[in-house]
């Protein structure tokens, strides 16, 4: 009886040791979680944060373009020298007579040259509209036109013609203006199939208008203006020659 008592005794003991062991691994265990928690938070730490590259690198847009030029303005150049340029090498062009040399039988004449300017307060409200209307608001207001003048010199071809658009005055015995009949219009004009009415190269004042037809030296690139540099002779074999003059406007008195 003695033993049985013994052997109880022990086992109970035994049973006690091991539930002690088994509640002080759960300690152990509970009081590490936290430190291998505190790694992991550390290695998130360390790790480099993430960004939204969409937000941090937004999509660039593109420039706007110009919007084109219409109606008179289409053509225009939108740099002076090129505008000068391109009117020196037109055949036929209308200019202000500055000056008349008789004895060279050439004129000095006024070129008025236009071209495109581009508003740069309205190009700035155009590129920053915020909708389509501030835009179509800046885009009426974005080109301007303007113009610039040019003195040139040119001289009548050895065979040239100067003609009026409109037939000399015409005065009754009394001093009042009279019309003519269509058939004196015709007799005025002669048979030449050149527009307006035969004219003299004295006819031709200052501060009329004139139309004038050029022929351009094949062998020169573009026309070369007279100047104080002048070369004599040699520039002005470059120059064009004046075929045809004609009488647009008198100067107003």
Do not use: C
């Amino acid at each position: 009886m003695h033993t049985v008592s013994r052997i109880v005794a022990f086992a109970l003991l035994s049973s006690l040791l091991m539930l002690s062991a088994l509640g002080a691994d759960e300690k152990d265990k509970k009081a590490d979680a936290p430190k291998d928690e505190g790694k992991k938070t550390d290695v998130k730490k360390d790790e480099p944060a993430k960004t939204d590259e969409k937000k941090d690198n937004p999509k660039k847009m593109p420039a706007a373009k110009l919007p084109p030029r219409r109606g008179n303005l289409k053509d225009l150049e939108t740099d002076k020298d090129a505008a000068e340029k391109k009117m020196l090498r037109k055949a036929s062009l209308t200019a202000e007579v500055v000056a008349v040399v008789e004895d060279k039988k050439s004129l000095r004449l006024r070129l008025t040259i236009p071209y495109v300017r581009i508003n740069q307060g309205q190009l700035q409200n155009y590129y920053k509209a915020q909708n389509l209307q501030q835009m179509l608001d800046a885009q009426a207001k974005l080109y301007e036109l303007a113009t610039t003048q040019k003195d040139v010199e040119w001289a009548a071809a050895d065979e040239f013609k100067v003609r009026m658009a409109n037939p000399p005055p015409k005065f009754d015995e009394k001093g009042r203006p009279k019309r003519y009949t269509k058939k004196e219009l015709q007799e005025l004009k002669g048979t030449d199939r050149l527009p307006g009415f035969p004219a003299e190269f004295s006819d031709i004042k200052a501060g009329q208008i004139v139309q004038v037809t050029l022929l351009h030296n094949k062998n020169s690139s573009h026309p070369v203006k007279r100047g104080k540099d002048a070369e004599g002779e040699a520039v002005a074999d470059n120059l064009p020659k004046m075929s045809l003059i004609i009488i647009l406007v008198d100067p107003k008195n």
